[in-house]
């Protein structure tokens, strides 16, 4: 697959604040790709630049074959659709007005615009709301004419930043639903911010920056392999003094269980072994894309060190 986004050693400098601190990577074409990180990492910034919207202090930006703050931004624009966390829509006007004008300012004739209406109107389930005032929509329904409004002139890359957040939780499954459909079905690349885990974790890959720089990218089984550990959860069997069982590990307790993290899930099999004669019953929790996040993001590792949580036994014999 082709790269459809580079990004070369991009700094950007506000005054005296590092917002970007020198990225690198890349974006497939037709991919669906999740740029994380916490609050001022530098996610819209980035945005910001890839979308022609803030220039760059430094590095080169390719956006489909066209390079960044040359005279290609308006070519670039054409590839491109925006979806903001604040909409940009009319609020006194119906969905389709907003989507009409938003084409006839592309420049799109009205056989290419009426082609490309139906597009997104299908693409988006826009029949029940094409019709009413963008201010009388519901939270889900406004992301999806934000949406439609983004790829009116059927932009291969669209640009998603945090587009769930604020919806509530059965809102936000249906909106993320749409978008996957969309990129399935329609093999356009989506580059995706966003808070929640659960959407990362299907991305086909992902770039974690903290403060400015990448701290882990891969796909997400990579990440989860590398940066999240699993957890053997034990509940011993009543009055057993357990200490001498659990000395050469590190752990912690909470309502009756015991939970001790592992390098990897294999690493439970000695340890029950050990345990077996005290066990009453146990589980093992795989790592999530949540424990990614919260790992790559905590400036201790419970794993290597002492500073965590977790009891301050060391974890030497696993
Ligand atoms: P994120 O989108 O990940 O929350 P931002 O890109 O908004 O992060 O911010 C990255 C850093 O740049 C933060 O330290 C933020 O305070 C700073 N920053 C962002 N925009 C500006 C600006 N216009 N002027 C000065 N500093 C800014």
């Not at 690198?24 to 669906?32: A, E, H, I, P, Y």
């Not at 963008?134 to 998603?160: C, E, T």
Request: include cysteine; glycine fraction near 6%.
């Amino acid at each position: 697959m082709e790269n459809v986004i580079e990004v070369r050693n991009l700094k950007k400098n506000y005054q005296n604040v590092e917002a970007i601190k020198g990225i690198t990577f890349n974006v497939k074409q037709g991919s669906l790709f999740a740029f994380l990180g916490t609050n001022g990492a530098g996610k819209s910034t980035t945005i910001d630049i890839l979308c022609t919207l803030t220039e760059k202090t430094s590095g080169t930006v390719k956006i489909a074959g066209h390079t960044i703050g040359t005279n290609e931004n308006d070519a670039i624009r054409k590839e491109i659709g925006v979806v903001f966390q604040d909409s940009l829509l009319d609020e006194r006007l119906s969905v389709y007005e907003n989507i009409w004008h938003r084409g006839i300012a592309y420049g799109l004739k009205k056989e290419e615009l009426k082609r490309n209406f139906k597009f997104v109107e299908s693409h988006l389930h826009l029949d029940d709301i094409v019709k009413k005032k963008y201010g009388k929509l519901s939270g889900g329904q406004r992301r999806r004419a934000d949406i439609a409004r983004a790829l009116i002139h059927r932009p291969s890359i669209l640009f998603l930043d945090e587009p769930t957040t604020g919806l509530d939780p059965q809102t936000r499954q249906f909106v993320w639903q749409a978008i996957k459909k969309l990129q399935k079905e329609t093999k356009m690349t989506v580059f995706l911010t966003t808070h929640y885990m659960e959407e990362a974790a299907v991305a086909d890959e992902i770039v974690i920056i903290k403060k400015g720089e990448i701290v882990a990218q891969g796909t997400p089984n990579y990440l989860k392999e590398n940066y999240a550990y699993d957890q053997l959860l034990v509940v011993f069997k009543e009055n057993v003094e357990v200490g001498s069982y659990l000395s050469s590990y590190k752990y912690k307790f909470q309502k009756d269980t015991y939970t001790i993290p592992l390098k990897k899930t294999r690493d439970a099999i000695p340890i029950l072994e050990k345990l077996e004669p005290v066990v009453q019953s146990f589980e093992v929790i795989k790592g999530s894309m949540d424990d990614v996040f919260i790992r790559i993001n905590e400036e201790g590792d419970i794993l290597n060190d002492n500073n965590h949580e977790f009891s301050k036994q060391t974890f030497k014999s696993i």
